[in-house]
């Protein structure tokens, strides 16, 4: 089916010109650099393009990775791409990212992630990933993937970051594409925008001449609260329906939510992802596009996170002076179809003492913003105001540029750079924030969890949190600042460690008493020393039931918590009892080593067309033939790949009979066991199917199989291999095999009784 009728039959109304145009762009291989595209002309549906193009057979990167550095607004483009029928991952941080596409490396699949979680990976680094699985992370982000920057403006150190990378790439076989969408084109490539078809489109021309008038009014900061809040009251006197409030901070946004009357919505990114799922589920329906027909009084208070990708519209608009680009994008949510055709709105401009600055955007640049806003007003008296429609402001902006922020600097991403970064085990230390954000601190984030089960001595903190760790829906992203700033000296637990709250680290999952407070309703409220409510036990796997005893009846206290768990399974913890539910399932079975390498090669077959890959799976393991380590296994005849105990107890018995040294790598003897004339790439792929021997050899107590295996001149060999295919090139062969191993290792469990 042609690109225009797919569209409009999964739509319902036909794709606008530059949507068809991209479409065939994109079946003919081409990809642009960049998408320039007005605010609500559809520019999400590039995901619909290349689905479409993928339904159809059309050659198109197998990932498409949409990166949106507003977190609240990953659920609605996820939501989008679901009703297109695509197979969707969100990947938002926390504990449990769902890691299901990487099982399916061959599936079309998109993934709606932000800046940290998206480009931690494709550094090598992903935040929440060990240091084993994050090359796999890195080559499937790396290759055979279109990465889709929306609102690159607002991540510009990301953006130039990727354009390093795209310079710094080898001509790798896998495709890779990235697009910008952002009015400020990345790199040399070609922009796409509207064509003078759009222009004259009746919908499209409907929603770029929609009148959207603002007054410009000023208050100092004493009394901007009670400004904004009276601005709000006076527009909604007059329409009645659904006014916007968008703040640039979480704390006005707070109070003037807490000054308003009637009802009223909160809206920050600043929210665990459940108690933020339920607040949209109540209120999202009330200001999407397209339900004005049902529209009641409602206030809309926010911060810049609905600045980009949430398809919301307002009746009216109070915002807090910003940028001009943050401004237009406010206003993109005002009448966001141009259904109204005239709408009203207010911009507030805080007037700041001397001593005092704005962080979000710097004094200065929001005084010359509004000097120049001033200066294109038209009108007089109470008419008097500048029209932020989208052709009016486009006129307006040819005729004389507003300030501009400053381009922020971004530490140059290096060939060096990616040496170390390329290197994962062991670890090199490589603070990659500036890459993601730049220098400024106030946009890298780390996640909070609030646990009720901290009330007890520190010491044991750690094994609390372990005995149930955390899930994603209970996170809140946080600047790092900030709750570093609310935390203090107070101690909190960072992976396998207690810390004091000074000494956390962007990207960590901070786990916190829910005594600490800084929580409530809706969502970050560091003022706060109510206690914060814990919902592990709602959106967890394990239920902790605190204070309990083996003694216990524990169905009765699970129905007291009107929790069920099926064949619950009782394990004692510090704070009381764990519950999971008993799996029928044994701990495996033995697994012959011949059936699994054989398997893990049909399944490197049915993945890529890669010889090697092939060659590598079928041996990877054929070290594991070491006498000793059939002893570990438990071996009494066949040749085992995996073992069959019964026990850890088991396990540990066995590795103290089978006489191996501490740390023996079955990896390494595996590359002694290859035919004399093995490529280096060969060797290679077979020594790191574990996630190690990416750059160092490991020698595991057993020097001369080291030597024997190449040890001393590995680190060459692997530069070479790094220059010839790439970094994010041989990343992705090596994760072939690895992921290659990984579905064959599940299948053989799946068949495990």
């Known amino acids: 089916m042609d690109f225009f009728n797919w569209y409009q039959e999964n739509h319902g109304y036909p794709p606008f010109p530059w949507q068809a145009h ?105 935040y929440g990933v060990s240091s084993r699985v994050a090359p796999i992370h890195a080559a499937l982000i790396g290759n055979d993937a279109l990465l889709v920057l929306d609102e690159a403006h607002i991540s510009t150190p990301f953006a130039k970051t990727l354009e390093a990378i795209i310079k710094l790439r080898v001509e790798e076989a896998h495709s890779w594409h990235v697009i910008a969408m952002t009015a ?155 259904e109204l055709g005239s709408s009203s709105a207010v911009v507030v401009h805080e007037k700041l003492a001397k001593s005092e600055e704005c962080r979000v955007y710097g004094k200065s640049l929001l005084n010359k913003t509004m000097a120049w806003l001033n200066k294109a007003q038209t009108g007089k008296g109470k008419n008097k105001g500048v029209d932020f429609g989208i052709s009016a402001m486009d006129k307006v902006l040819a005729e004389t540029s507003p300030p501009q922020r400053d381009v922020e600097e971004v530490r140059p991403f290096t060939a060096s750079d990616l040496r170390q970064l390329r290197q994962t085990n062991p670890q090199v230390e490589v603070d990659i924030a500036s890459w993601l954000h730049g220098e400024n601190s106030d946009t890298i984030s780390v996640s909070v969890v609030w646990r009720a089960d901290l009330d007890a001595p520190v010491d044991q903190w750690v094994d609390i949190v372990d005995a149930a760790p955390p899930v994603m829906a209970e996170v809140m992203p946080c600047p790092y600042y900030e709750v570093r700033q609310w935390l203090g000296r107070r101690y909190v637990v960072v992976g396998e460690n207690v810390v004091r709250g000074l000494n956390i680290k962007p990207g960590d999952l901070v786990v916190v008493p829910a005594g600490y407070g800084g929580y409530g309703e809706w969502g970050w409220n560091p003022g706060s020393r109510e206690p914060v409510e ?51 399932r044994t701990n495996g079975r033995e697994v012959q080593l011949e059936e699994h390498l054989a398997g893990v090669g049909d399944v490197a077959s049915a993945l890529t067309d890669e010889p090697v890959v092939h060659e590598a799976s079928r041996l990877h393991d054929i070290g594991k033939q070491d006498p000793r380590f059939q002893v570990l296994l438990g071996s009494r005849e066949k040749v085992l790949a995996k073992s069959g105990h019964p026990s850890p107890w088991a396990a540990r018995i066995a590795r103290e009979w089978s006489g191996l040294p501490k740390g023996w790598r079955h990896e390494v003897a595996s590359v002694t066991m290859l035919p004399d004339n093995s490529s280096d790439l060969l060797k290679y792929l077979v020594a790191t199917h574990h996630g190690y021997a990416r750059v160092v050899l490991p020698i595991g107590g057993d020097e001369s199989l080291w030597n024997k295996a190449g040890g001393p001149t590995w680190g060459n060999m692997t530069d070479r291999l790094n220059e010839e295919y790439g970094a994010w090139g041989l990343a992705y062969l090596e994760a072939l095999v690895r992921l290659s191993d990984w579905i064959q290792s599940e299948q053989e469990q799946n068949n495990a009784v």
């Not at 920050?268 to 108690?275: L, N, P, S, W, Y």
């Open 22 to 126: 991209l479409a065939n762009k994109i079946a003919d291989g081409q990809f642009p650099s960049s998408i320039s595209v007005p605010t609500g002309c559809g520019k999400t549906a590039i995901i619909a393009i290349w689905h479409w193009a993928a339904l159809h057979e059309i050659d198109v990167p197998k990932r498409l990775i949409y990166i949106v550095d507003r977190r609240l607004i990953v659920d609605s483009v996820t939501d989008y791409a679901k009703e297109l029928g695509c197979n969707v991952v969100k990947m938002r941080g926390g504990v449990t990212i769902d890691n299901s596409w990487m099982m399916e490396p061959n599936k079309h699949s998109v993934i709606v992630s932000t800046v940290d979680q998206a480009g931690s990976r494709l550094l090598w680094r992903g």
């Open 184 to 338: 400020t084109p990345i790199g040399e490539g070609e922009t796409l925008s509207l064509s003078d078809e759009d222009h004259v489109h009746p919908v499209v021309k409907k929603r770029l001449e929609s009148k959207k008038w603002a007054r410009l009014v000023k208050s100092d900061r004493a009394g901007f609260v009670t400004k904004m809040v009276a601005e709000a009251k006076g527009l909604q006197q007059d329409i009645e329906g659904v006014v916007g409030v968008i703040c640039n901070t979480t704390k006005y946004a707070r109070q003037v939510f807490e000054r308003l009357g009637g009802d009223k919505v909160l809206l920050t990114g600043r929210i665990r992802f459940v108690d933020k799922d339920r607040i949209l589920a109540e209120y999202l329906p009330r200001i999407l596009s397209g339900s004005r027909e049902d529209r009641r009084p409602l206030f809309v208070v926010a911060t810049q996170t609905i600045e980009v990708g949430a398809d919301l519209d307002f009746d009216a608009l109070v915002t807090q002076s910003a940028t001009i680009d943050a401004l237009r994008q406010r206003f993109g949510r005002l009448d966001r179809l141009g």
């Open 534 to 584: 814990d919902i592990g036990n709602r959106v967890g796997a394990r239920i902790r039931l605190i204070g309990a005893t083996e003694e216990d009846d524990v169905d009765s206290l699970l129905d007291q918590l009107d929790l069920e768990v099926k064949n619950p399974v009782a394990t004692p913890y510090p704070r009381g009892l764990v519950i999971t539910s008993s799996n029928p």
